[in-house]
């Protein structure tokens, strides 16, 4: 269980190596445990512009086994977390997006096992299906949980499945703990300050029919990580990554009528609920989200000092 303190999550982590360390997510999971006092080994495929206290960044293709390998080797982290990944099938070919996000997650993560490393991972909403469907695609129940069925459509989202039966395997072969954090839509505070108002967003937008206005604030992914550092278990566990409403404003059945058409015989939602639970994470990591789209327009927000 994470022992949460005035400093926030507890956690027995001298060094850790931070994947995708310039990207939306790695740069502030970097910044965050830099600032609390962990030597950070950023890699990613550029080098940022800035440097900060606690991290230093090594340029890696992690689709090179070789030097994936000798990296983690020379580093010997206590940690890795892995947040690379090429995201949007839209915009990149698919066979790019599968091959570079399984290979890259495999070598990282083996890696990481033959280390003796403790392993957290960034997995997606897309493993259920519903972010890039084709057609309609309704939910077997709501809220859709940890044991919901995968029903991907696109190769973002099988990458990811295929990546989380490697997160299983490392816990199972290395004897690491591997958790996966398996967000919704991530929201960051620049995003944030150019979203147009919630009464302008339609419902036939990609974010909306993938999500049905779930999301997440990237600085509560970055505090997941390190409550999932902090938690004494052993083996491979999944967590929802979550807020608790969604970011639109009407109740979320009736966004979900709206975009599938109907619901789920089975359907425990109340007002602006999420559509994705994050009551596991709750459970068993004693993390809860603290940021919140509705009530905050991210303008008091820092960016990643280093990114």
Known sequence: MARETAGEFEYDVDRALVTGAT?????????????AGVDVVGVDRERPPETRSNLSFREL??????????????????????????????????TRVFENNTES????????????AEVVWTSSQATYGALFAEGEWVPDYLPIDEDHPFRPEDPYGVSK?????????????????????????????????????????????DDVQGSFGSYVDVRDVARMVEAALAADREGHAAFVC??????????????IEAVC??????????????????????????????????????????????R
């Not at 090179?64 to 990944?85: F, I, R, S």
């Open 242 to 255: 979550a807020a608790d409403e969604n970011y639109l404003g009407p109740p979320t059945r009736e966004i």
């Open 261 to 306: 058409g109907t619901l789920p015989e089975r359907c425990d939602l109340a007002g602006q609920q999420a559509a994705l639970s994050n009551a596991k994470a709750a459970r068993e990591l004693d993390w809860r989200p603290r940021y919140s789209s509705v009530v905050d327009d991210g303008s008091d927000a820092d960016t990643p000092d280093w």
């Open 61 to 94: 293709d992690l689709c090179d086994q070789g030097e994936t390998w000798e990296t983690v080797h020379e580093t010997d982290p206590d940690a890795v977390v892995h947040c690379a990944a090429v995201s949007n099938p839209m915009d990149n070919p698919g």
């Open 161 to 205: 499945v295929c990546s989380e039966e490697v997160a299983k395997m490392v816990a199972r072969r290395y004897d690491v703990p591997v958790t996966t954090v398996r967000a919704t839509t991530i929201h960051t505070p620049d995003e944030r300050r150019t979203r147009p108002p919630k009464e302008d967003v339609s419902l036939d937008s």
């Open 23 to 35: 990207g939306n997510v790695g740069s502030w999971v970097c910044d965050r445990l830099a600032d």
């Open 105 to 116: 997650t495999y070598n990282a993560l083996v890696a990481a096992g033959r280390a003796g």
